[in-house]
């Protein structure tokens, strides 16, 4: 796949994924909450965690119905946790996605619902009466669990939060972002592998994409918290600094940390390169992309 061809394809997955969650997530849950929760998850953000979803998929020959399922039950966790981690008793932000964060246009309580509700859809998304076998079902229920979890993402946020204002050696730092961003990463290249035929070699070099990826975007996050303006991040910028939590800038120095993004990425595409697979152009598009993003 040529690049011009990879943003035909992404347009295409794009419009696909945001179909089915408009779809899914109910405008007529009550009292407003339906409203809270299309607020925080339609119409915004970079939809990175889908588009891996799919490119994994597409690599593997995956079913198709069970790969768009698992894409949009990935982006239902990414959003509930923005929404949370936005809060004040988190990260306390209200600039997110380019607009006002859900706890500011809706209130606290509703945000904390809307991100509890869009936990839930997501599993229940993936569970369907008919169309993904059930085996399936499990394997990505359990895959995106664990990424979710104490053991992924919710465990490094509460490092993160552990960790404000304290030194961090860059090994500390590397689990915490491993669990708070990159097991998600990794889960949605794994998601989409789950949903075809894969071998143990391709299996295990899919991970070692996905971990060498994800790490590279929280790394790639960090660079851009202190060079970017908040117009441009659709967030608030120098957030990280200004509540004097540690980053890969903080520890390496801004340019070891450049350099040791483009490492990672470098890393990721070794990887792909040793899966035996036949295409695994899209995801190797994505990790550039990552690397090479301003956002």
Known sequence: MKPEQFDAWARTELD???????????????????????????????????????AAAQAVQGAREAALRAACAVELIHAYSLVHDDMPCMDNDVLRRGKPTVHVRFGEAQAMLA????????????????????????????????????????????????????PLAEQALRDM????????????VLMGAA???????AW??????????GLAFQV???????????????????????ANKPTYVTVLGLDAARRHAHDLRDHALAALRGSGLADTSALAILADKVVERDN
């Open 115 to 166: 991100g509890d509700a869009m936990q839930a859809l997501a599993f229940e998304v993936l569970t369907p009466a008919q169309g993904v076998e059930p085996a399936l079902q499990a394997r990505l229920c359990s895959l995106l669990a664990r990424a979710a979890g104490h053991a992924g993402m919710a465990g490094g946020q509460a490092i993160d939060l552990a960790s404000v204002g304290k």
């Open 204 to 213: 295990a070099a899919l991970a070692q994409f996905g971990d060498a990826l």
């Open 195 to 201: 949903c075809g035929a894969t071998d143990e070699r």
């Open 220 to 242: 790639v996050d960090d660079i851009l918290d202190v060079t970017q303006a908040s117009e441009t991040l659709g967030k608030t910028a120098g957030k990280d600094q200004d």
């Open 16 to 54: 696909a994924v945001e179909s089915a969650l408009s779809a899914w997530v109910p405008a007529d849950a009550p009292a407003g909450l339906g409203e809270a929760m299309r607020y925080g998850v339609l119409d915004g953000g970079k939809r990175l965690r889908p588009l891996l979803v799919l």
């Open 177 to 188: 972002h491993h669990r708070k961003t990159g097991a998600l990463l990794q889960c949605s």
